[in-house]
Structure formats: structure tokens, C-alpha cells
């Protein structure tokens, strides 16, 4: 039985009040470790202070991205080894908004995962298609190309640990939800492409989440569905009454 894994990320949203007052509200309010993974993956200016205050509890905290290396001349970026310094346990790698707006390839994604693992950090690899892939009818072939050569490399236990996030870029931050079924179909399907690139053991232990418009009312039938293991959620994970909402769904699964 895979455990759920429910993640807000934050993107560059919030003040230091607000996040503050967000992580007083859930941390003592989220259900125990042993029954739903509760991740909030704040912008960095955030980390030191929402890994401090929620130590002992069973928020977890993550990046929303990093840089392969873990020092040198690339100004503006963060390393894995500060990272990993500050406390953190999970980062988001290749979000369909660090893809299109950054420029990151999949060969960067697959660098990152790689640095994950090395400074311990767990990775939550996003993949999706587009509007235009979908209606083209490219969305299997997209997903597969994409979480193959983030998987290149890793052992057969590191792909066990990956979360993949299925985020269909026409389902974010639009209101435009996919269908539990359309979702399932696609995770389902990379639950396939695991099985045949790593094993069916890593297959059957890969998270793999949803993302995109997930929200209270619609995240119990996601989560039922039988290869959606947790959501990557951005809009609805902002307020604290809605994250401790979609954590609690995560529970039940
Ligand atoms: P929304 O939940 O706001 O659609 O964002 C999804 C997302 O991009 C999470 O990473």
C-alpha cells in the first residue's frame, strides 16, 4: 500500500508573516506521518524558518528547485548542499513553470534527481503535456519521453523513493481540472514506463501525484483513483483550512 502524499507548493506566493502564520495554523493540525505525507514547498527565503518550526511535527518542508552543482560561479541559484544544510526534505524538480519559463530541459531535471539523491533529498519530478501536445494526441508519448530521461542513471531504489507529479500544463492555475479518469489514464501509464525502464517492484513502490486545480471538492475522487497516489497542489494549498482539507483526503486512501 503506498501512502499519499499530499504537497502544496506555494510558488512565489506569501510574506514572511504569512507564511509564518500558515505554518502555526497546519503544523500541529496535520494527521500523523504514518498515515498521509503532508509537504509544503515554500519559496526559499522561507526554509530556514518553516524547517525550525515545524521540527517534531509532521510537516514536512521542500524547495521548489535547485541547481545540479553544489558550489561555483552560478549566480542566483541555490544548491542542493545548502538545501539539504538548511533541513530541507523534499524539492520540486521540473515544474511545467521552471520548463517553459526557465528553460529547463530534461537532461537539467535528470541532473537534478541525481544531485537529490546524492545530498538526500527527495525528489518530486514534475511532467505534463500542453494544451496543444493533448489535442495532437502526444500525451502518452510526452510523459513517457519525459519521465524516462528523468530516470536515467538512478538505481532501482532511488526510483522506488522518486515522486513523479503528473501536472498536464492546461490543468494549472486555469480552474480546468482533468477528470479523475483522464488523470488515472496517464498515471497509470507511467506507472507502466517504470515497469519496463526500472522493474515492476519500483513501479509498484513510485508515488506518483496529480497536480493541477486540485482542490477540496474534487480531491477525494482523485486520490481514489488506483494509480494516483497523493496531489501536487498550488492555488488551493495557500490557505491553511484548505491544505489541512486536502492533507485530512490524503488520510483516508
Ligand atoms: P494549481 O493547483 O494552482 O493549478 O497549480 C498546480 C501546480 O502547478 C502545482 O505544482
Known sequence: MRKQVIAGNWKMNKTH?????FIQTVKNEVPSAEQV?????APFPFLQKLVEETEGTSVEIGAQNMHFEESGAFTGEVSPVMLKELGVSYVVLGHSERREIFKETDEDVNKKAHAAFK???????????????READQTMDVVEAQVKKALEGLTEDQIKQVIIA????????????ATSEQANEVCTHIRKVVADFASADAAEAVRIQYGGSVKPANVDELLSQSDIDGALVGGASLEADSFLKLVEAGKHE
Open 166 to 177: 503528473y501536472e498536464p500544463i492546461w490543468a494549472i492555475g486555469t480552474g480546468r481540472t
Open 17 to 21: 508573516r504569512e507564511a509564518e502564520d
Open 37 to 41: 505525507e503532508s509537504v509544503v514547498c
Open 119 to 133: 545530498h538526500d533529498l527527495t525528489p518530486i519530478v514534475c511532467v505534463g503535456e500542453s494544451l496543444e501536445q
